[in-house]
């Protein structure tokens, strides 16, 4: 993943969590410490005198005059302190590890930074608050698997013989929980939803993001007319600093809905071009959803981009008429 790029915001966002944990660690230590102090009070005495062990161990070395039978003795002396704190801790039910923060990245100790590299953690940070950021806003919460009724779809075929628009939707539906259970960046195949409006592309695509999101993996969900316009911003340095291409690009799953809405111009073609056949090389996968046809495609982004995209994703065909339309008039008959 590439960390480099993210904006200010982002990185101050990821910094103000790892200081809320560091925080929370310490008051978690100060409190134990405090209960071991209560059951045991001489041992904060033992505490003080090992800390002063510290300091003289450091004073020897610097002195440089005998300084080899000096921490001996100090090694000793520290011996015999921590054999009478640890008694005082079992006595107190506690371990040697109680009196130290309990970090949640023990390898940095919650400071993003190792040796002066940036930690696994703070990465993963960075990475999750992008991802928010460019998700914020996008319903993901509101679309469910289970929300996704039938009842909408006509029941029996308009060209027979033929399946029914609910046979077939409920075939997609199965596919789309099945392709998030068995979710993996490396070996998911790419989907292109194809249909009418108001046929539940975007609501199984979100549901898809949902679950995939719950595993722990990196989705990014955005529409794709929302996305050139941060994509203009940022190339031509407005109002943005982010480089929300790296991210397209490498995240483990992006979901592009409602290809065809945005606004054409060579920007939007070759900048949509690049991600998706970026992310093919990548063997990462990715949704799209549109409207459009095979056909309108080609004549939309090239010849190129159609045969991509006719190669390398499974094509789900939405079947039916605009259940949008049709629950507003369900709703209106009921009153």
């Known amino acids: 993943m590439i960390v480099t790029g993210y904006d200010r915001q982002v990185y101050e966002s990821a910094n103000r969590v790892l200081r809320e944990r560091r925080r929370q660690a310490e008051l978690r230590q100060e409190k134990r410490r405090a209960v071991f102090y209560t059951i045991c009070p001489e041992a904060r005495g033992l505490e003080q005198q090992l800390a002063k062990t510290a300091v003289c161990a450091a004073k020897a070395v610097l002195s440089g005059k005998s300084a080899k039978e000096q921490l001996e003795q100090l090694h000793r002396k520290n011996i015999s302190l921590r054999t009478q704190r640890n008694e005082l801790l079992r006595t107190a039910k506690m371990e040697e590890k109680d009196l130290e923060p309990d970090y949640q990245c023990p390898k940095c100790r919650d400071t993003g930074y190792v040796d002066g590299r940036m930690c696994s953690c703070l990465k993963k940070l960075l990475r999750e ?150 992310r093919l090389l990548l063997r990462r996968p990715t949704i799209i959803s549109t409207n459009l046809s095979m056909r309108e495609l080609q004549e939309r982004y090239s010849d190129r981009f159609a045969s991509r995209i006719a190669g390398s994703y499974v094509r789900l065909m939405f079947l039916g008429h605009d259940n949008r339309m049709q629950k507003l008039l369900y709703q209106h008959a009921k009153k």
Do not use: W
């Open 129 to 278: 608050e992008a991802y928010r950021r460019l998700n914020a806003l996008t319903p993901l919460a509101l679309s469910t698997f289970d929300g996704f009724s039938l009842e909408f779809y006509p029941d029996r075929s308009e060209q027979k013989p033929g399946r029914s628009p609910r046979q077939a939707m409920r075939e997609i539906l199965e596919n789309c929980r099945k392709y998030a259970g068995t979710f993996s960046p490396s070996s998911s195949q790419n989907l292109i939803m194809q249909g009418a409006t108001g046929l539940g592309k975007t609501h199984l695509s979100l549901a898809i993001a949902n679950e995939v999101l719950q595993k722990g993996f990196g989705v990014v969900y955005c529409s794709v007319n929302n996305l050139i316009a941060k994509l203009e911003n940022e190339h031509f340095g407005r109002n943005e600093t982010g480089d929300s291409g790296s991210l397209l690009e490498s995240c483990d799953l992006l979901i592009l809905d409602d290809l065809g809405t945005e606004f054409r111009s060579s920007f939007s073609v070759a900048a949509i071009y690049n991600i998706i056949n970026t």
